[in-house]
């Protein structure tokens, strides 16, 4: 199940009327709807274990607050690279995201021991990795502030 939902949130989210598949992308508000119905939840916790690995999906962590554990889906492997966000087990998150069946869909990641948060989606759910009107960020796009 978090393979399909990863490869799913990989895609970017087009705000244009109609639906279904095009290209390799979620065409279509039903894309966007999909993730911008979601309610916005806030987790802060430690991260209990972190799963970044190249072709294995969409990078994820284990956040562990009180008694429960929460999976954070992040973002694109090549934008966590660029904007040298490396999480390790043990420190300290706070994220705010969008509550989906089996975890949160990370928009923003706060590491607070080293001072960085990291933006994965923007105000309308669309993945900042893609930048705009879908241009793909290779070079740090500014996702992360220290």
Excluded: C
Aim: proline share 5%.
């Amino acid at each position: 199940m978090r393979l399909i939902l990863a490869a799913i949130l990989s895609f970017p989210l087009m705000a244009q009327p109609g639906g279904g598949w095009r290209g390799g992308r979620a065409a279509g508000a039903q894309g966007e709807a999909a993730i911008a119905a979601l309610p916005v939840v806030e987790i802060s916790g430690v991260i209990a274990s972190v799963h970044i690995s190249r072709g294995q999906g969409m990078p994820y962590l284990e956040v562990k607050h009180g008694n429960e554990t929460t999976v954070l889906y992040l973002g694109a492997m090549h934008y966590l690279i660029a904007e040298n966000f490396n999480p390790k087990a043990g420190q300290q998150i706070t994220a705010k995201g969008y509550r989906a069946e089996d975890g949160v869909i990370g928009i923003q990641v706060t590491l607070p021991a080293e001072k960085k948060t990291l933006k994965l989606r923007d105000e309308h759910g669309w993945p900042v990795w893609r930048g705009p009107a879908g241009r793909a960020v290779t070079n740090g796009g500014g996702g992360a502030s220290k």
